[in-house]
């Protein structure tokens, strides 16, 4: 594994061979390229995907002499299974068996700058650049080999990366030289037809498994240098609090300690052993004396405070005159703060040797991690190295880069030594940054024909993206004496969005405004998380949506159709239905309940609609999701069996953030610290069942999974909860102590 | 066994008196089944409260089953009895009960048929409601969704297993009347008595029993035991080093952790959660009406002598057993601490004179109700050997509290572990 | 010194008898199975079975192992060579990131070691300590009940909890 091999193997790799010196070249984004190579590039059109950015072949694969395939990716195996998928269309387009892809994940030091692995974009950035570029090298070395056989190209058949005509062959190793794949890829590219692909398509078993489930390194956890040692950080107790007196000389008397580290506010502590590193912070933790830090808000006012905040509004759609005539109804849903929560609290190795810094991180993007982390330490980016290894999976900006930046630092003061951090579980829960609170107000009109006329709705919350950026997105950058100041968040625009993310309904309304409220500030620190705003307004769009249904005495499905013109939305829907078999459902008794939802995630994504059926257990406040069946439109389905997981998983997620989570704070600090005050899902209470159906459009697109479930899950849990109860809960979690006050009211 | 069998004794002789007693009551007739519309709602509203101050949920439901079916099993030193439907079921259930059957098997402990029911229901608590209450909890259960399920018969042997031996049982034990209000008291403590005696009958756990499973009435609210814990004392001397303030106790009655006491556990969680989701006034005059006579501290156990052998200073062996398994939480420098992790000095069940509820806590861990926040604390049955619990023990009693080792420490480990593996093995729903 | 078998071999360390076995099995033994998740015994990532029973091993110190068998996801089975019940984990790709999945994996060992034939009731209580965040559950039910020798679909296991 390439990621185990550290600065040494990195240097050799990047200095050595000649191949590679072309690679560190072709690296170069996009950006950076001359005037009139870009012209060349754009003067024939766009490049499709990530191509656009990295339009050389060989950025994206290597084929050596002794026939061994080498595809690059500048995104990073997050869980997803993006590793498998990314060989299945390589080898699909260059006619090679899958075994034979070796396929190389997010590394400053060898892989394109792909930015982040995030939105679901792997497969439409990165899964779009390498079947366009495996097609085009595939048919480029049949252009060689006809070439050097003296045949025409389709005199040639390719099997397993052997290229035949005329009674002779060439394999691909023997046509390529050292720059013949160093070429500029064209826009339009010879893609196989999809009747005849043999590996896309297929439920290829993911290859990261069996290693994970054995034993194997496959963690950044799991990383161990020689000489390696341990750290752990002492946090401050709230956010902005200073540290005003600790006495460390008995702490760095402990058996097995190294260091004592105080750089301002940042406090941590460096140890042979890690279990000796953990009982020195406690005692660390335990000494330090911490003033001031910033107040946090009232829990039980926290969506007063979000509405009172200063706010930039911008009208995202405003479609007709608006004033549509009918029955107006309002509602308005609110959002508590959520949390990531990765199983693995995060980690990552540090290694300073001579000037220069290697950095093993689950980050979601080893560019922009390396730069932030550059900056803090004050070296140039070019002698930093950020090296991407998984971590437990991270659903969006939880501690990642966070970690990164510690090791990173402590590494800086323990120069010669690897040293390992790892978070601690109150760590994680408290210092991640949280999905953003979250107010939605929505009021329409019904008109006589039971469709809708008129649709009102705004949204407010506060940032969705704060990642690194700059050093100042880096927790020990805001510590350090010399400190950075965090950026100024952004407002990411439609058609994204951020926490206007599916705000704009996918439904034909004759009449819609939507506007977004963007809150600058942060009274909590937020950031991504797993499907940004679109979590939260296909829960609030799609709730109302059936609340409209009900004012029109219209079956929800039905009324849904009625407003959904695209044919591959109206797909997912019906297909649902069908599966679920929503027109002959009976209800058995008071409490059972159906919901459904849909939607299109970013309304450019993954299309996916939901039902689900419900027990509501009133003594208790519980809802039992008997079972839950979805459909999935993603384009392309590289590997349906990956497409299913992802869903299967989106929808068991959302139900733990919907059914129970909500972080806990008070004015002095943050309460969630572990899982017993900040509870998720466990096995007694997942689904009886979830089913998930995978619409295949070959030759399409690939649009990306892995949020499409979440907004639509949410929404169908309330639905349904309506449904077998009459009440309509617009607030998340539908908390046990919630139902049981809904429903005792 | 001594005990067993002069409880026959007494048991044959009382039958003898039951006879004639048993004679007596008779079956009151069936009726329609109520509309559910037949009721207002604050009644049924109320009902639904007063329902949830009895724990009727707790023995009329099986774990994940429907609410108010029956099926639980309470075991007795006797044997097994199953609680009954409760739902408006009319095979099955109550649907067929007038309300005057209904109020008199809550008030007299019979059923319908005028059968004696066992003391298990606490009738002998019941007693006490009010007509208006009766109404209110009539209305609540005839309103419920009903379900088919035919009661479980009762595994007791002979002759308990025959009713009119209750009928002598209630002859010694059972006083029958309604609430008598403190003319000097306030309304509050009042209606905590009236809560605390009746409805949400605490003597049933915290009041020790007779050989006959009768609740000594001298020592009412001084200590019992339910479902192989404790119910520590709450009238008297109690153990406890840290006082009792009202609102600690409100906050310990409704399920959150007291830093000063622990937290809610065993059959105590129930209770919890369901005072958890009654008005604040109901949990504030039971507190009202128990506090003044919880004194606290006062009944400290006599101290460890300086060179108790397992507890001494010398168990280096229970202080690492302390610190690898229990220090990340129980530490001041843990950040769990703070949470759900209490200073295991002042915990009651390290304090009580028993070891039965640090067996339950070690062995089977405390857990949250289903997605909500509350202390944990891990199951730890698979890591400690019973040895090795025994040295955490004695080094906990010493170091923490202060105290001698428990005698009972063997006998409750393997008491508890038993009955783990019971559970372990119940087929439920 | 403290001595206990870790899967089948006898194995001996001078480190402080406080520190807890997953730090040993991580950082000494190089074992990767068992992952740090919480260290407060809420999550399962760190699970091993001592003595056949799973237990968290982030709270077990190493004083309480001797003379005691502890048995790792290692232990279990090999890439090339997985122990049954990896199969079936593999065979249902009950797996995304995969870090809680030893953890899952020595749980559901842990389970069929006291109870060869569990009921859908017992599979879902017995993981019950187990927390897995990417929502990869329905496929660790399918692999318990597969592992178990039961049918591993979700229907099955519908049909058999509302027949009982």
Redesign the interface.
């Given at each position: 594994m390439n990621a185990l091999s550290g600065p040494a193997l990195s240097r050799r790799s990047l200095l050595g061979g000649g191949g590679a010196l072309i690679l560190s070249f072709s690296l170069a984004p996009r950006s950076a390229l001359s005037q009139s190579e870009e012209a060349q590039v754009s003067g024939t059109g766009p490049l499709p995907g990530s191509l656009s950015d990295f339009p050389y072949l060989d950025s994206w694969i290597r084929i050596d002499e002794d026939d061994s395939i080498t595809v690059f990716t500048g995104k990073a195996e997050?869980?997803?299974?993006i590793r498998t998928a990314l060989i299945q269309v390589a080898a699909e387009q260059l006619d090679v068996d899958f075994s034979r892809v070796v396929l190389e994940t997010a590394d400053t030091g060898q892989t394109p700058n792909e930015g982040y692995t995030a939105a679901s974009h792997s497969m439409s950035e990165s899964g779009t650049a390498i079947l366009n570029a495996a097609a085009q090298v595939r048919a480029l070395l049949i252009a060689r080999a006809a070439d050097q056989l003296g045949l025409s190209a389709d005199q040639l058949t390719v099997d397993d990366g052997v290229i035949t005509g005329g009674g002779r062959s060439l394999s691909y190793g023997k046509l390529v030289g050292p720059d013949v794949l160093h070429v500029q890829a064209q826009p339009q590219s010879p893609i196989k037809d999809p009747s005849t692909n043999r590996i896309i398509g297929k439920a290829v078993?993911?290859i990261?498994?069996?290693?994970?489930?054995?034993?194997?390194?496959?963690?950044v956890?799991?990383l161990?240098l020689p000489g390696m040692v341990h750290a752990r950080v002492v946090r401050p107790p709230v956010y902005g609090a200073r540290l005003t007196g600790i006495d460390t000389s008995e702490v760095e008397t402990m058996?097995g300690v190294v260091q004592v580290i105080r750089d301002g506010n940042y406090l941590a502590v460096v140890a042979r052993?890690?279990?000796?590193a953990?009982q020195a912070m406690?005692?660390l933790?335990?000494a330090a004396e911490w003033g001031g830090g910033i107040a946090l808000p009232e829990k039980t006012e926290i969506y007063d405070v979000l509405k009172r905040l200063p706010s930039q509004e911008s009208v995202i759609q405003e479609k007709g005159s608006g004033g549509g005539q009918g029955t107006r109804i309002e509602a308005a849903y609110h959002r508590p703060y959520q949390l990531h929560?990765?199983?693995?609290?995060s980690c990552a190795v540090g290694h300073v040797d001579g000037d220069r810094l290697t950095v093993w991180s689950h980050t979601q993007g080893v560019y922009p991690d390396r730069d932030a982390i550059a900056e803090m330490v004050r070296m140039p980016p070019e002698n930093v190295r950020v090296i991407h290894m998984?971590?437990?999976?991270c659903?969006g900006h939880n501690g990642a880069d966070d970690a990164a930046a510690d090791a990173a630092l402590i590494a800086t003061k323990v120069p010669g030594t690897p040293v390992r951090v790892?978070w601690?579980?109150?760590d994680e829960h408290r210092f991640e940054p949280y999905g953003s609170a979250m107010v939605v107000e929505a009021s329409a009109a019904l008109g006589e024909s039971g469709t809708i006329t008129d649709w009102v709705y705004d949204v407010w919350s506060t940032p969705h993206s704060t990642r690194p950026g700059s050093a100042g997105n880096l927790l020990a950058a805001n510590l350090i004496a010399d400190p950075f100041q965090a950026d100024e968040p952004i407002s990411i625009p439609q058609p994204a969005g951020g926490g206007d993310r599916n705000a704009v309904p996918g439904y034909d309304f004759p009449n819609s405004r939507v506007t977004k409220h963007f809150i600058r500030s942060m009274p909590l620190r937020v950031s991504a998380m797993r499907s940004l705003g679109a979590y939260m307004n296909v829960f609030a769009l799609e709730s109302f949506m059936d609340e409209l249904a009900l004012k029109a005495g219209a079956d929800p499905v039905e009324f849904r159709l009625k407003h959904l013109s695209d044919p591959r939305a109206r797909d997912v829907v019906t297909t649902v239905a069908d599966r679920f078999g929503w027109s002959d459902w009976k209800r058995k008794?008071?409490?059972h309940g159906r919901g459904f939802a849909y939607a299109r995630y970013k309304n450019l994504a993954v299309y996916c609609a939901v039902a689900l059926e419900i027990e509501v257990?009133?003594?208790?406040g519980?809802v039992r999701i008997?079972?839950a069946v979805a459909a999935t439109d993603s384009g392309q389905a590289v590997n349906p069996?990956g497409i299913r997981?992802?869903t299967?998983?989106?929808?068991?997620?959302?139900?733990?953030w919907t059914?129970?989570e909500e972080v806990?704070y008070s004015t002095d600090e943050i309460?969630?610290?572990?899982?017993?005050?900040?509870?998720?899902?466990?096995?007694?209470?997942?689904?009886?069942?979830?089913?998930v159906h995978v619409i295949d459009r070959p030759g399409e697109p690939f649009l990306g999974t892995g949020e499409g479930s979440q907004g639509p899950t949410a929404a169908a849990i309330a639905n349904a909860f309506a449904d077998a109860t009459g009440r309509r809960i617009r607030d998340l979690p539908l908390?046990?102590?919630k139902i049981?006050r809904t429903l005792?009211a | 066994m001594k005990i067993l069998i002069s409880a026959l004794v007494v048991i044959v002789v009382l039958a003898g008196a039951a006879l004639a007693y048993a004679l007596g009551p008779s079956a009151i007739a069936t009726v329609e089944r109520p509309m559910p519309e037949s009721f207002s709602g604050a009644e049924v509203k109320r009902g639904a409260e007063l329902a949830r101050l009895g724990y009727c949920n707790t023995c009329h439901t099986v774990r994940g089953g429907d609410p108010y079916a029956g099926g639980y099993a309470i075991e007795t030193s006797f044997g097994t009895i199953y609680s009954t439907n409760i739902t408006p079921d009319e095979e099955t259930g109550i649907g067929r009960w007038s309300q005057e059957a209904f109020s008199r098997s809550l008030r007299e402990g019979l059923d319908r048929e005028g059968h004696h029911l066992y003391p298990a229901f606490p009738y002998t608590h019941f007693t006490k409601l009010t007509d208006q209450d009766a109404r209110a909890l009539y209305a609540f259960f005839m309103t419920r969704t009903p379900i088919r399920r035919s009661p479980r018969e009762n595994d007791l042997p002979f002759p308990l297993n025959w009713r009119p031996v209750l009928a002598g049982w209630k002859l010694f034990f059972f006083d029958s009347g309604r609430f008598e209000p403190d003319g000097n008291a306030s309304d509050t403590v009042n209606h905590g008595a009236y809560l605390v005696e009746g409805l949400s009958h605490c003597g049933a756990c915290h009041t020790p029993r007779n050989f006959l499973q009768a609740e000594k009435r001298d020592d009412f609210l001084r200590g019992g035991e339910a479902e192989g814990w404790t119910a520590p004392a709450i009238a008297g001397d109690l153990p406890t080093p840290k006082g009792w303030t009202e609102a600690g106790l409100k906050s310990y009655l409704t399920g959150s952790f007291t830093a000063d006491h622990g937290v809610a556990a065993g059959p105590m969680q129930p209770v919890a959660e369901n005072l958890a989701a009654v008005p604040a006034a109901d949990v504030e005059a039971i507190a009202a009406y128990v506090l003044p006579k919880m004194r606290s501290g006062a009944g400290k156990l006599a101290p460890a002598a300086a060179t108790s052998e397992q507890g001494g200073n010398g168990n280096d062996e229970g202080r690492v057993l302390y610190a690898g398994l229990c220090a990340s939480c129980h530490e001041a420098s843990s950040p769990a601490r703070r949470a759900h992790g209490m200073n295991l000095a002042d915990s009651s069940a390290l304090n009580e004179a028993t070891s039965r509820n640090f067996v339950n806590f070690v062995l089977a861990g405390v857990q949250p109700p289903e997605g909500r926040a509350g202390s944990f604390m891990p199951a730890l049955a698979g890591s400690l050997t019973d040895e090795q619990l025994t040295v955490l023990a004695a080094y906990l009693r010493h170091a923490k509290a202060g105290l001698r080792p428990w005698d009972d420490l063997g006998k409750t480990i393997s008491n508890v572990r038993e009955t783990m593996r019971r559970a372990d093995a119940e087929p439920q729903r | 010194m403290t001595r206990f078998t870790v899967n089948d071999r006898p194995f001996s360390t001078e480190t402080d008898v406080e520190t807890p076995l997953l730090y040993v099995l991580r950082n000494e033994l190089e074992l990767n199975g068992a992952k740090f998740g919480c260290g407060l015994g809420q999550c399962g990532a760190c699970t091993v079975l001592l003595d056949g029973e799973a237990v968290f091993s982030c709270l077990i110190p190493l004083a309480a192992l001797e003379g005691r068998n502890v048995t790792t996801l290692e232990g279990l089975g090999t890439i090339d060579d997985p122990g049954p019940v990896q199969a079936a984990f593999i065979e249902e790709q009950a797996a995304q990131c995969g870090y809680c999945i030893p953890g899952m994996i020595m749980r559901t060992q842990g389970m069929l070691n006291r109870n060869p034939a569990p009921s859908e009731r017992e599979i879902r209580e017995h993981l019950n300590p187990n927390l897995c965040r990417c929502g990869t559950h329905m496929r660790i039910l399918r692999a318990a009940r597969r592992a178990a020798g039961k049918p591993a679909g979700d229907q099955a296991a519908l049909a058999e909890r509302s027949a009982t």
């Open positions: 997050l869980g997803q299974g078993r993911r990261d498994i069996p290693a994970k489930l054995t034993g194997a390194v496959a963690y956890q799991d161990r058996p052993g890690e279990f000796q953990i406690r005692a933790a335990a929560g990765s199983i693995g609290p998984e971590g437990a999976g659903y790892q601690m579980r109150e008794g008071p409490g257990e009133r003594e208790a519980l008997l079972r069996d997981n992802q299967e998983g989106g929808i068991v997620q959302s139900a733990s059914l129970y806990d309460l969630s610290r572990d899982w017993a005050s900040y509870p998720i899902m466990r096995f007694p209470a997942v689904p009886g069942a979830v089913e908390s046990p102590e049981r005792e | - | -």
